[in-house]
């Protein structure tokens, strides 16, 4: 069996639910279950006994040894993480304690489990860590995308937090030998997002007739990846990647944040008529805002055989179909929580 940390967030949900679409081999999922970690994205799986729930933080080493020993993975799937910018911006500290400590103390009982196993076992073992494209930084509008030899420069508190994540995982295969893997991906959408992130926030804003606020002047560029190919180059890195290496993922959608909005509202449109685009609002902008990500691929293609199998065209046609579908999933999500943090973040935004 595996064991994914993360598993009840929005891309840890889906490798999830992939990974039992395809293999019978069972999930132990450890997640906290905070804000971002919803149980319902899970419920399909109810009563499925290849997936285990545990919640429970990677900070707390004693039941992460515990887990290890008691069910014996044969890999570790690491997603759990504060993941939102703007959050990291309001509040860094979490992103500190889940991404870098949590990150170190997993990797320790890692450590310790895998020095203990035999031999076989031992050489087969995996230590997957995900990670994201912004550790590399801000790219200038000509600049080649990023490769993975490209120096880290995070500018934001969830970048650095991550982008030293990335530096300890680093370090237990060089000191220790563990073997571990990393990738860097770029930015996901999808069913099962958060209503936080740009692709979710204005679909859902756009379907209640709310504004569409756009930072600072929209044209900065992200490289938009369906989650699904996402999960599918995890799978893939996992079974065939070389211990110690990093892996670039991205899908070659390479888009303006406006041009995202825009195409939204005349998908909606389409599907639900009504004027989107006047709902269109430039707010200030985030602070440090980076201009450019864009993700150069080839390495995981050449080396593994990867390719994604969504265009943006296609992807962002699915997500929109499925966040038509599960209102109710959407309304679930929008509780008091939420409510709270679009109203004190967008506050800060107003122009
Ligand atoms: P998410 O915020 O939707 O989910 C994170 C999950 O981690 C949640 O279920 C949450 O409950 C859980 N979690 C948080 N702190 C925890 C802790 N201390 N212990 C156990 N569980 C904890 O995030 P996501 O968008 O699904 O991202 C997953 C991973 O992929 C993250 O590591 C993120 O940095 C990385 N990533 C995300 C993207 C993206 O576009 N979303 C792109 C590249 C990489
Ligand atoms: O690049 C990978 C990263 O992508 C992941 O590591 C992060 O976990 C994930 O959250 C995402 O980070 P971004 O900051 O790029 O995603 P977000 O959806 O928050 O914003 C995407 C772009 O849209 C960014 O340029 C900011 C802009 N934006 C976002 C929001 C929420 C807006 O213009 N308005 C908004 O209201």
Same mark, same amino acid.
């Given at each position: 069996m595996i064991l994914v940390t993360g598993g009840a967030g929005f891309i840890g949900a889906n490798f999830v639910l992939d990974w039992l679409a395809q293999s019978d081999e069972p999930i132990i999922n450890l997640d906290k !279950?905070?804000?971002?970690?919803? !149980?319902q994205n899970l419920a399909s799986l109810e009563g499925d006994p290849r997936h285990i729930f545990i919640q429970g933080d990677i900070k707390d080493r004693e039941k992460v040894a515990a887990l290890l020993s008691q069910y014996q993975p044969r890999a570790i799937i690491h997603l759990a993480a504060e993941s939102h910018v703007d959050r990291s911006i309001h509040g860094p500290e979490d992103f500190i304690q889940t991404n870098i400590v949590g990150t170190f103390r997993l990797l320790e009982a890692a450590r310790q489990y895998w020095q203990n196993l035999e031999e076989r076992t031992r050489q087969a073992f995996r230590f997957l860590h995900v990670s994201t494209d912004e550790v590399y930084g801000s790219l200038c509008k000509d600049a080649p995308a990023f490769t993975e030899t490209h120096c880290y420069q995070p500018n934001s508190p969830y970048s650095a937090s991550k982008a030293s994540s990335d530096q300890l995982v680093r370090a237990y295969h060089h000191t220790y030998g563990l073997p571990t893997l990393i990738t860097n991906c770029s930015n996901n959408y999808g069913p $099962?997002? $958060? =209503?936080? /992130?740009l692709i979710p926030l204005m679909i859902v804003n756009a379907l209640a007739g709310r504004p569409l606020p756009i930072y600072g002047d929209g044209q900065q560029i992200r490289d938009w990846l369906y989650v699904k190919d996402h999960c599918s180059a995890l799978r893939c890195v996992l079974e065939h990647g070389k211990p110690g290496e990093t892996y670039n993922i991205g899908g070659w959608n390479e888009k303006p944040n406006i041009e995202i909005v825009q195409t939204i509202c005349e998908l909606l449109n389409a599907l639900r =008529?009504?004027?989107?685009? /006047? !709902?269109i609002t430039y707010v200030a902008d985030r602070p440090g805002h980076d201009r450019r990500y864009a993700i150069d691929a080839r390495k995981i293609e050449r080396e593994l055989g990867w390719k994604p199998v969504e265009t943006f065209e296609t992807g962002i046609r699915k997500t929109i179909q499925w966040y038509l579908e599960h209102q109710t999933w959407v309304a679930s999500v929008q509780s008091g929580e939420y409510q709270k943090w679009i109203e004190t973040h967008y506050q800060g935004h107003a122009g």
């Amino acid at each position: 069996m595996i064991l994914v940390t993360g598993g009840a967030g929005f891309i840890g949900a889906n490798f999830v639910l992939d990974w039992l679409a395809q293999s019978d081999e069972p999930i132990i999922n450890l997640d906290k !279950l905070t804000y971002a970690g919803n !149980l319902q994205n899970l419920a399909s799986l109810e009563g499925d006994p290849r997936h285990i729930f545990i919640q429970g933080d990677i900070k707390d080493r004693e039941k992460v040894a515990a887990l290890l020993s008691q069910y014996q993975p044969r890999a570790i799937i690491h997603l759990a993480a504060e993941s939102h910018v703007d959050r990291s911006i309001h509040g860094p500290e979490d992103f500190i304690q889940t991404n870098i400590v949590g990150t170190f103390r997993l990797l320790e009982a890692a450590r310790q489990y895998w020095q203990n196993l035999e031999e076989r076992t031992r050489q087969a073992f995996r230590f997957l860590h995900v990670s994201t494209d912004e550790v590399y930084g801000s790219l200038c509008k000509d600049a080649p995308a990023f490769t993975e030899t490209h120096c880290y420069q995070p500018n934001s508190p969830y970048s650095a937090s991550k982008a030293s994540s990335d530096q300890l995982v680093r370090a237990y295969h060089h000191t220790y030998g563990l073997p571990t893997l990393i990738t860097n991906c770029s930015n996901n959408y999808g069913p $099962f997002q $958060f =209503p936080e /992130k740009l692709i979710p926030l204005m679909i859902v804003n756009a379907l209640a007739g709310r504004p569409l606020p756009i930072y600072g002047d929209g044209q900065q560029i992200r490289d938009w990846l369906y989650v699904k190919d996402h999960c599918s180059a995890l799978r893939c890195v996992l079974e065939h990647g070389k211990p110690g290496e990093t892996y670039n993922i991205g899908g070659w959608n390479e888009k303006p944040n406006i041009e995202i909005v825009q195409t939204i509202c005349e998908l909606l449109n389409a599907l639900r =008529p009504a004027d989107y685009h /006047k !709902l269109i609002t430039y707010v200030a902008d985030r602070p440090g805002h980076d201009r450019r990500y864009a993700i150069d691929a080839r390495k995981i293609e050449r080396e593994l055989g990867w390719k994604p199998v969504e265009t943006f065209e296609t992807g962002i046609r699915k997500t929109i179909q499925w966040y038509l579908e599960h209102q109710t999933w959407v309304a679930s999500v929008q509780s008091g929580e939420y409510q709270k943090w679009i109203e004190t973040h967008y506050q800060g935004h107003a122009g």
